[in-house]
């Protein structure tokens, strides 16, 4: 799996002239057909999606092209996700989350739990992505819990890489594993 750019068009002029890379060996990605189409979001945000899948030139290998819209293995938007995160750092209870965004509690609930044992994980990793995209910065300031700390550090990092969505940020500085249940590392930004 590879995360992407969310515009198809971009994705197809970079699979033509061979900007993509092959997470296996390095290689060059070229078009290879399509990925099962699937719901993604819910209610007005719903939208079918079906990924593009891509094949290593050099070792063979294929990869679903996951736009950085998406997280693996979720079926609502990374912005979705990330607001229901976001409200959380702020201190809001599960049931005022779940009106908020529009999604069933126990969906909420997983995905804050998954942020939880993950938080000290994906606070270091999003530090080193924003100490990498701006050495002018010193530190990063805790914001009480480990998830706000979490939280905090994804939204420096992708101010840090100007990003205007700090949770398509995420999704692509972590391949679409921000809340993966996998012992696959997030992609390291020096080697991005």
């Known amino acids: 799996m590879v995360t992407v750019n969310p515009d198809v068009s971009v994705v197809e002029s970079q699979l033509e002239v061979g900007e993509l890379s092959c997470p296996s060996c390095s290689g060059v990605l070229g078009p290879w057909g399509w990925a099962?189409?699937?719901?993604?979001?819910?209610?007005?945000?719903?939208?079918?999606?079906?990924p593009r899948r891509s094949r290593c030139r050099g070792c063979a290998a294929t990869h679903v092209l996951l736009p950085a819209l998406m997280l693996l293995r979720r079926a609502d938007w990374a912005s979705t996700v990330g607001?229901?995160?976001?409200?959380?750092?702020?201190?809001?209870?599960?049931?005022?989350?779940?009106?908020?965004?529009?999604?069933?509690?126990?969906?909420?609930?997983?995905?804050?739990?998954?942020?939880?044992e993950l938080a000290e994980r994906l606070?270091?990793?999003?530090?080193?992505?924003?100490?990498?995209?701006?050495?002018?910065?010193?530190?990063?300031e805790p914001s009480g819990t480990?998830?706000?700390?979490?939280?905090?550090?994804?939204?420096?990092?992708?101010?840090?890489?100007?990003?205007?969505?700090?949770?398509?940020?995420?999704?692509?500085?972590?391949a679409g594993r921000l809340l993966c249940n996998t012992s696959s590392p997030f992609p390291a930004p020096w080697s991005a």
């Open 36 to 50: 099962s189409e699937r719901t993604v979001g819910r209610a007005w945000a719903a939208r079918r999606v079906r």
């Open 83 to 116: 607001r229901a995160l976001e409200l959380r750092a702020c201190g809001w209870s599960h049931r005022r989350i779940v009106g908020e965004v529009g999604v069933a509690r126990s969906t909420v609930r997983g995905w804050l739990d998954r942020f939880v």
């Open 123 to 140: 606070r270091a990793h999003f530090t080193n992505w924003a100490l990498w995209l701006d050495v002018g910065l010193a530190r990063i």
């Open 146 to 174: 480990a998830l706000a700390d979490a939280v905090t550090a994804v939204t420096v990092a992708a101010e840090a890489a100007g990003s205007k969505s700090p949770w398509r940020f995420a999704s692509a500085a972590t």
